[in-house]
C-alpha cells in the first residue's frame, strides 16, 4: 500500500522541482497502484480510492492552510503553455505527484479572501437608548418612520343610545367627541384613517342584508381631518364588527412602519361573522399592525367578545363605561403611540440591517468561491496541454483531474462552512437586539398599566 499525497501549500517553484517529496499534505489517495505516464507499466485510471483531507487533521484547518499558501507563478497572470511547461518540470510518474505540481502553477492567491471572510464583523444595532422616545409623547432620538392610526367605529343602532342616564348626549356623540380630542395630541406626521359599520339601512330585519354589508372608509389622511369625517357618522344598522375588521387591512399604506387598529364598539357581532379571526388575520398584514379594541358600556357577553378580539389582535382590552373612561384612555394613548412607533420602526430597520448586512457576507463569498472555480477551469487547462503533447494519456489526465475537482471542492466547502457560521453570529446578533427592544417596549407598558 502506498500513500500520496497533494501540497496544500504551494512553495516556490524552483524548490518544488528539486524535491521529490512534497512537505504539506491536503489530499491523500490510498490505493495499490497509480496511473502513469506513456510506457509506464500501468498507464490505465485505477478504481478510485478514499481521497480525503490530511489524515488525522482538521480538515477545515487543512483547507485554510491551502488557501493561505502564497500564489502559483501563473495564479493571476494566467498563461496555459507556459504554466504547462512549469508543470512538467515538477511533474511525476503518478497521479498526485502531476496534481501537485500543477496546482503550484496556477493557484491563486487567497489570503486577503480569507482574512475578510475570518474578519467579517456584522453591524447590527437598534442605537439602544439613544433611540428611545423621550418623555410621555416626546420624539425619538432617531427617525421612526412613519405610523398609522386606523379607528373601527360603530355605527349601529344602539349607538343612538344615551351615553349617561338623563344625559342629551349619545354614545356617538361621546365617541366623536373622544376621536376629536384624541386626533389632536396625534403627531401631525401620522397616518389615519376612519372607517364605520353598520351605518348603511336600519336596524330592522327587512333592512338586515343592507347593513350588515356596510363598511366603509370615511376618512384617510392625517390626524387633522378625523374630528370632521367623525361627525357625519350617523347610527343606524346592524353590527357586522367581523366585516368591518378585515376592511381595515385596505386602509393600512404599505408603507407604514407600523399601524395601530383602534375598534370602537357598544356590542357584539350581529350579522354572523367571526371577529376574532379577523382581528387575527388583520395582523398578518405587516406593519406590526395591532388591534386594540375598546368596549364602550357593554354588557358581559359583548365584552367577552371584544376581549377575545384584543387578544387575537396582539392589542388590549379596555372596558370604558363612561365618556370620561372613554377619552381618559385615547389621552393616554397618544404616549403610548410613541413607543409602538418606535418598536415597529426599529425592527423593520434591524431586519433591513440583517438583510445587507447578509447580501454583504453572501456577494463576498460568492466572489471567493468564483476565483476558486477559476483556478479549476486554469488546472484543466493546462492538462488539456499536457494530453495534447504527449506528456500523459486520458487515463493519468481523469486521475489528476479527479484529484483536482476534489481539492476544489474540498476549498469551497471551507467558504460555505465559514459563510454559513458567520450567518450564524448575524442571526445571533438580531435576536438579541430585537429581545433588547421588546423588553424595552414591555418595561414602558407596564410602567403605563402601573400607573
Known sequence: MRSFRLLAGVVAFGVLAACSVPTTAFVERQQDSAPTSPGADNATSPSAGPYRLTPGGNEGQAAQADLQAPAGPFGADFDANAAAAAAKKGGGADAESWAHSIVAAVH??????????????????????????????GAAAAPQGKRHVAILLDASGSMKQAATPGSPGTRMD????????????????????LRVHGDQGSNSDADKATSCASTRVVYQGNPVGLA????????????????????????????????????????????????????????????????NVIGFQVGADARGQLRAMATAGGG??????SPEDLKRYWTEEAGVLDWIRWEGYTNLALRDQMLAER?????????????????????????????ADGSMDEGLRFAISDLLEKRKVALIEWVTSTRSSKSAELEAQLSTELKWVEERGDAQRKKRDSS
Open 108 to 137: 491563486g492567491d487567497y489570503r486577503a479572501d480569507v482574512a475578510a471572510l475570518l474578519n467579517f464583523t456584522a453591524n447590527i444595532d437598534s442605537g439602544r437608548e439613544a433611540s428611545v422616545p423621550k418623555g410621555t409623547t
Open 174 to 193: 361621546e365617541a366623536r367627541a373622544a376621536i376629536a380630542e384624541f386626533a389632536q395630541v396625534l403627531p401631525a406626521d401620522a397616518g389615519a384613517s
Open 228 to 291: 370632521a369625517a367623525a361627525r357625519g357618522v350617523k347610527p343606524v344598522g346592524w353590527t357586522p364588527l367581523a366585516a368591518g375588521v378585515a376592511a381595515i387591512a385596505q386602509d393600512i399604506p404599505g408603507d407604514a412602519a407600523s399601524a395601530v387598529v383602534y375598534v370602537v364598539s357598544d356590542g357584539i357581532e350581529t350579522c354572523g361573522g367571526d371577529p376574532v379571526a379577523a382581528a387575527k388575520k388583520l395582523t398578518e398584514v405587516g406593519s406590526g399592525t395591532v388591534v
Open 316 to 321: 388590549e382590552y379596555v372596558d370604558a363605561q
Open 359 to 387: 447580501a454583504r457576507l453572501n456577494s463576498q463569498s460568492d466572489e471567493f468561491e468564483a476565483k476558486l472555480r477559476s483556478e479549476g477551469q486554469r488546472g484543466e487547462e493546462v492538462l488539456k496541454l499536457l494530453v
